[in-house]
């Protein structure tokens, strides 16, 4: 068998610091030990349950990285035809993954996450055929920016090309699972009876991607002059210090939610609105139209390929330098002092929604 490589989170010399106590790193330690003594274990009793080798296909995270390569496996499929294929992610992906119904079977990993990845010779008593580590051109060389899709790049990154026809993700929440989630976060069939469901995200994330918190209040004003609505709050924050976790009129599920948890919620909105995160992703792969916030990154390769989405940006100069080679930003920041978002203007993130909720009905 070959060695597995280890997790990137690395546990520093001498005390630990407040942000990582002692429990913590112990916690981290043992689940790295059950993974790596348990995947293999669990992937050659699927493979003797199945009566098949394995192909592996391995995404830790992050969510919309995830969905985005979903696509690759049925062409994975086609190049290992009747083989078992395994989807190896991080634990809190794996009911999402298996929404997709994409893949035979899918291991949680309870330390292994990104940007963590299996040995191309990885193999375990000979049940192993192939393995697949999909990449992004900005894992694999970080000051190029890609010209492409996400969903080719990560294609790309494993030489795979996938037809224009099967390039949109799909999830697929069972109804219970929706009525079930919805009730569970207090959205009764009278709360939310004749009233609009939107979802929005405003992060955190990187600094380049985010949108000001006045900006949001202002449009989530808007949508409540305009609207009888419901508007569920995704995406994560830093805790009740979080500017992002006071905004009015929101019902805040931040940080709450599993990822088929996420999905279910999404499934049942009318409109997804966020910055460049997950729940564009998730939007697109229940069908939900989405209006994305871009900036540094352009929409075109970020929005959903087959499913209603709009990008809205504001227009500099220096737009989509997420895309040049060097990039024009840094995650933490910009020379420009991120002005793509900063001149991003309430009027027209709430025009487009109006545009979108008008075309949906």
């Not at 989530?220 to 210090?241: P, R, W």
């Not at 709450?256 to 999905?263: G, I, N």
């Amino acid at each position: 068998m070959g060695q597995l490589q280890k997790s990137t989170v690395s546990v520093p010399p001498g005390p630990a610091p407040a942000s990582k106590p002692l429990r913590s790193i112990l916690r981290f330690r043992i689940n790295r030990i059950y993974d790596l003594m348990i995947f293999p274990l669990w992937l050659v009793f699927q493979c003797v349950r199945h009566g098949k080798k394995a192909v592996v296909v391995c995404r830790p995270g992050a969510l919309g990285d995830v969905i985005c390569t979903l696509p690759l496996c049925a062409e994975i499929r086609k190049r290992h035809p009747g083989k078992l294929l395994v989807f190896l992610t991080h634990a809190d992906y794996k009911n999402l993954v298996l929404l997709s119904k994409a893949v035979d079977a899918v291991y949680g990993a309870k330390s292994w996450t990104w940007p963590f990845s299996l040995p191309d010779k990885f193999n375990v008593l000979g049940v192993v055929e192939g393995v697949y580590n999909p990449k992004t051109t900005d894992e694999l060389t970080p000051q190029n920016g890609a010209q492409v899709h996400l969903i080719d790049d990560l294609a790309g990154s494993c030489d795979l090309t996938i037809p224009n026809a099967d390039r949109q993700p799909h999830l697929f929440p069972a109804p219970e699972l929706i009525k079930e989630t919805q009730l569970a976060h207090g959205l009764t069939e009278e709360v939310i009876k004749s009233r609009l469901v939107i979802g929005i995200n405003c992060g955190h994330t990187w600094p380049v991607r985010m949108w000001d918190v006045q900006k949001w209040q202002a449009f989530l004003d808007k949508i409540h002059a305009e609207y009888q609505a419901v508007v569920l709050q995704f995406g994560l924050t830093k805790g009740s210090d979080d500017e992002y976790e006071h905004l009015r009129g929101v019902r805040l599920l931040s940080n709450r939610l599993r990822s088929d948890e996420l999905v279910a919620l999404i499934a049942g909105c009318k409109l997804i609105v966020s910055i460049d995160s997950g729940p564009v992703h998730v939007g697109g792969a229940v069908g939900v139209p989405v209006v994305g916030l871009f900036g540094a990154v352009n929409p075109r390769y970020r929005l959903p390929p087959d499913s209603p989405a709009a990008g809205v940006t504001s227009d500099v100069p220096c737009l989509f330098c997420h895309h040049t080679t060097p990039k024009g930003h840094w995650q933490t920041g910009c020379p420009n002092d991120i002005r793509c978002m900063k001149e991003l203007d309430v009027e027209t993130v709430f025009r487009t929604v109006k545009e979108m909720l008008a075309q949906s009905k």
